[in-house]
């Protein structure tokens, strides 16, 4: 599988996914820099934390107008895999590939530390090898994670199956304990935690190899 | 303002053969300050010892550098790694203070060519319950911890250690040290050096403003009522800028375009521009015209003295200009080539085509003024000789009290605020023993540390300095790692005083032995002298960074994992008196206190100490190992029992309890296992004692002697002691 790794300036889990993404998973990973207007032959997308244009202004608010937001846009309309993670989710939510808003923490301060995810639905691409209900150590490490969006919207996240993971030990305010969702086509994914520093039990935990693995195994094609 | 002296205005005149312009003499004035000339310290700093086979660059440059290793393939690797202070601005703006700390360590480990993958902080305050001082002391730690947080966080290396530790003679002074490790292949490695005749000097990153002029004279002066005034004078940090800086520079330096490369910290364009010719023994000119300005009329003086942030000086070849700014233009940042390599040693400054400044080179940047300060009297010491009577009420009401104190308590609170796993490298993060960062292209690990004790280094220099490095070697044996190079920061008070420059010169050396006796060269570091408030110095405070090097495996930690585990004592109990008692944690939480001395250190007994937690460490024997450090053996244990498993601990030992429980003799390690026999057998072949104390249990810590018990608590009230405190301790300030 072909993965691509979305650079902005200020991404600095960039190295982080394509770490996992290429030595822990053996696919191929692609950094696609944020001036490029075309995405190249890749099979999925990852968004990677860090601070995109030093998240001046609000976090993301910047990056929605990078050239390669555009591509990025008609691959997900395309149906193409989007995971956005951390920064990646905010930069989604900003350019509205994903409903809500992501505020600063409940407790005003950057947060990193091991929580615990449930995975609310086996029904996207993402997850789609995990089972409803399983449980993921996984670390989170941001400022401005607190999930918003109005109760019809939240309603109708809940509604419609996607509000994908939440959080057991919800440590920044996020409204019903959300930590991640997917779009309606459910091609589209955002996450506050990082799930690609999870993937190797030498740093504590591989909870997190889950979610790629359903990305690799959703996007090879299945047997005629 | 520190201006020069007249003797220094004398030399200056010689030097030039006329008087100094403004721009000169604010440029000497810069580069002769003690913070750039190191010129009460140097003297000393000589006997520290600097070299081994694995040191591929020691002290003099932006950083140490030291072999670990080669790739699999054969891929010759090195760590760049040092330590740097920025107190005097933490004190002044907190949050900026530490964040443009962080910013400037960052910048000397990759204008080597290394790429930041972790940085550790020493910091010290004035204690957030001191009755005069606490609005303040918590104003300035919670400053501090943000900016580190806000600068680290962002340009994305993790934070993986440190040490926070509150005492009174940090209320008018606390200090920030910041130490950063960066990684690199050996054909990475760049240096400061302007060769080449006629080569390009060429300007990049963020553009001059008026910060942070004379930062570095700010830093060399005493604190006065005035210096809250100075607040201009400390630089504002933008970690973004910094972070395509990093990237940049990076991409740069593989185009092979680049000779040279400085970044501009303290002293800014003046020490970059000198120091670079200095090393080459070249000279620079310069047009300050072409200079990118962030405001306008800005004078030579201004220009030459700012201490705007997240700015670098490249000398690239003759011709290739072009491949260098390729590279600033694709991360959006600016590169002009102000200037040239000239062949006449000389710094000359212009400002559109006027001579402004011109100055020998190597004058300026080495020829500083050297004193030899006065220091033939005692270390100044704030505490009596003789011990206080003592006897405990309650011991595990004290134990709890210990560890609910500011020093003692959980920092969670604080680490949690910094990214400590960005980059998927952090094997051991805050709050081990060592921090562990493992290297993906080796295959191997680093293992640092930072370790101080003004406490100690209080009641004797010599003896608190040799202690100070063998608990940092110490913390890198728990983890099983191999100690080979060391950085230090030295935090001091007025050298001008002789009772504070024997303090300085004692530490000095009490280091210089111990660095030798572990073989852990100084490869680089900091001197902060001057921190006095209101003619109220500081205790002394070296502070210590040590890398060690280690496989990559999964860590060694300190909790206790399972139940009917043998608890061995590695070194055994230790001994202490009255006298050697006055320096513990027990004396300053519990009796409000300090008298007498340090713990003793036998080094060859600890060195023999490491060499056998590392063996037995490396060969999978232990299933938790802590060192013995602040508190002393109870508090250790108690830290142990974090996970829920508690232990059954009889110390066989004359001692009175007060003492047996928590005195700080170094040279102790706490082990669990379920295979006591060949732990003991490593340890005898060592020739170092192996307690055997008892036994793991489920949820309590019970500790006493034959016939008593001292201490009996549940694990779960000891976690919840340390926990939260410092957490509430802010909370009910700001309530």
Redesign the interface.
């Known amino acids: 599988m072909r993965f691509g790794v979305v650079v902005f300036?200020?991404s600095?889990?960039d190295?982080?996914a394509w770490?996992?993404i290429s030595?822990v998973f053996g696919q191929s990973a692609e950094l696609i820099w944020h001036d490029s207007t075309s995405l190249g032959p890749v099979d999925a997308l990852i968004l990677p934390?860090?601070?995109a244009?030093?998240?001046?202004l609000r976090c993301g608010a910047i990056a929605k107008f990078s050239p390669v937001m555009k591509a990025i846009k008609k691959f997900a309309a395309d149906g193409g895999l989007v995971l956005g993670i951390c920064n990646g989710f905010q930069i989604l939510v900003e350019s509205g590939l994903l409903p809500g808003a992501l505020l600063r923490n409940r407790g005003l301060?950057?947060?990193?530390?091991q929580i615990t995810l449930r995975i609310e639905t086996s029904n996207t691409p993402f997850t789609c090898t995990a089972t409803r209900g399983q449980l993921m150590k996984v670390?989170v490490?941001h400022?401005e994670g607190c999930y918003f969006a109005d109760e019809r919207t939240l309603d109708a996240l809940e509604k419609e199956d996607r509000v994908v993971v939440r959080y057991l030990d919800n440590p920044n305010g996020s409204l019903r304990d959300i930590a991640g969702i997917c779009n309606e086509g459910r091609n589209v994914m955002g996450l506050m935690p990082?799930p690609?520093?999870a993937v190797?039990?030498?740093?504590g935990s591989e909870d997190g190899r889950v979610l790629f693995e359903s990305m690799i195994h959703s996007l090879v094609p299945s047997p005629a | 303002m520190s201006a020069l002296t007249a003797s220094e205005l004398d030399k200056v005149r010689s030097i030039l053969e006329r008087d100094p312009t403004e721009t000169e003499l604010g440029i000497f004035t810069v580069m002769w300050s003690e913070h750039c000339s190191y010129k009460s310290s140097r003297l000393h700093l000589k006997k520290l010892p600097t070299k081994s086979p694995r040191v591929l660059v020691g002290p003099g440059e932006n950083a140490g550098i030291i072999d670990i290793g080669a790739s699999p393939s054969g891929v010759p690797y090195a760590i760049a790694f040092k330590i740097e202070s920025h107190n005097h601005p933490s004190f002044i703006e907190p949050f900026q203070g530490a964040a443009t700390g962080v910013g400037g360590i960052l910048r000397d480990i990759f204008t080597m060519g290394a790429r930041p993958i972790a940085v550790m902080d020493a910091l010290r305050f004035g204690p957030l319950d001191d009755p005069a001082h606490a609005d303040r002391n918590r104003r300035i730690l919670e400053g501090v911890v943000g900016g580190i947080a806000h600068y680290g966080n962002c340009f994305g290396v993790p934070t993986v250690g440190g040490e926070t530790v509150f005492e009174q003679c940090y209320n008018g002074n606390p200090l920030v040290n910041v130490f950063a490790l960066g990684v690199f292949r050996h054909d990475e490695i760049f240096f400061g050096r302007a060769s080449g005749l006629g080569n390009p000097v060429i300007y990049v990153g963020a553009k001059t403003g008026r910060d942070g002029i004379h930062g570095a004279s700010m830093a060399s002066a005493e604190f006065t009522e005035e210096s809250k005034q100075k607040r201009p004078n400390v630089q504002v940090g933008d970690p973004f800028m910094e972070k395509l800086l990093l990237e940049a520079c990076l991409e740069a330096m593989k185009t092979g375009a680049i000779v040279g490369i400085q970044d501009m910290g303290a002293a800014g364009l003046t020490c970059s521009t000198c120091e670079m010719g200095s090393r080459a023994g070249t000279g620079i000119e310069i047009d300050l015209a072409l200079v990118p300005q962030r405001e306008t009329g800005m004078t030579p003086y201004e220009i030459m003295l700012s201490e705007s942030q997240e700015r670098m000086l490249l000398v690239s070849e003759q011709g290739r200009e072009e491949e260098v700014f390729a590279v600033f233009r694709k991360w959006g940042l600016d590169a002009v080539t102000i200037g040239r390599v000239t062949g006449d040693g000389k710094l000359r400054v212009k400002n559109h085509g006027v001579v402004a400044a011109e100055i020998p080179n190597r004058e300026l940047a080495d020829e500083a003024p050297l004193y030899d300060r006065p220091h033939d009297v005692p270390p100044y010491r704030p505490a009596p000789m003789e011990a206080p009577r003592f006897r405990s009420n309650h011991l595990t009401a004290d134990l709890l009290k210990l560890l609910a104190s500011g020093d003692l308590c959980s920092k969670r609170w604080i680490w949690q605020q910094y990214d400590y796993l960005v980059r998927a490298n952090t094997i051991a993060g805050p709050g081990a023993d060592a921090a562990i960062v493992r290297i993906k292209e080796t295959g191997t690990s680093i293992a640092m540390s930072l370790d101080g004790n003004s406490r100690y280094c209080a009641l004797s220099p010599r003896e608190g300095a040799r202690l100070i490095v063998a608990e940092c070697c110490r913390n890198l044996s728990t983890v099983g790692a191999l100690p080979v190079a060391a950085t230090n920061n030295l935090n001091f008070g007025n050298p001008e005083r002789p009772e504070i420059m024997a303090q300085l010169v004692e530490t000095i050396e009490g280091l210089a032995e111990a660095c030798r006796h572990f073989e852990t060269p100084i490869t680089g570091g900091n001197v902060s002298l001057y921190n006095e408030t209101l003619g109220e110095a500081i205790w002394p405070t070296p502070v210590v960074g040590i890398v060690g090097l280690l496989k990559t495996a999964a860590p060694v930690t300190i909790p206790f994992k399972n139940e009917a585990r043998a608890v061995l004592l590695l070194g055994g109990l230790g001994s202490s008196d009255d006298t050697r008692f006055g320096g513990t944690q027990y004396a300053k939480v519990i009796l409000d206190t300090m008298w007498g001395l340090p713990p003793a250190l036998d080094l060859d007994y600890e060195k023999r100490v490491q060499a056998a937690i590392r063996e037995i460490v490396n060969e999978g024997l232990v299933e938790s190992a802590h060192d013995v450090s602040d508190g002393g053996l109870a508090v250790a244990m108690a830290e142990c029992c974090t996970d829920g498993i508690g232990a059954s601990i009889e110390v066989d030992s004359a001692a009175r309890p007060e003492i047996a429980l928590f005195h700080e003799a170094p040279s102790r390690i706490l082990i669990s296992t379920a295979l006591p026999q060949p732990v003991e057998e490593i340890a005898r072949k060592y020739q170092v004692e192996c307690a055997s104390i008892g036994v793991t249990m489920k949820e309590r810590l019970r500790i006493g002697n034959r016939t008593m018990t001292w201490i009996d608590c549940s694990a779960r009230q000891l976690d919840e002691a340390s926990r939260n405190a410092l957490e509430d301790r802010i909370a009910n300030q700001n309530a």
């Open positions: 300036p200020g600095n889990r190295h982080d770490h996992a030595n934390g860090g601070f244009y030093g998240d001046y301060k950057f947060v990193c530390r670390p490490a400022g990082h690609e520093d190797e039990s030498l740093l």
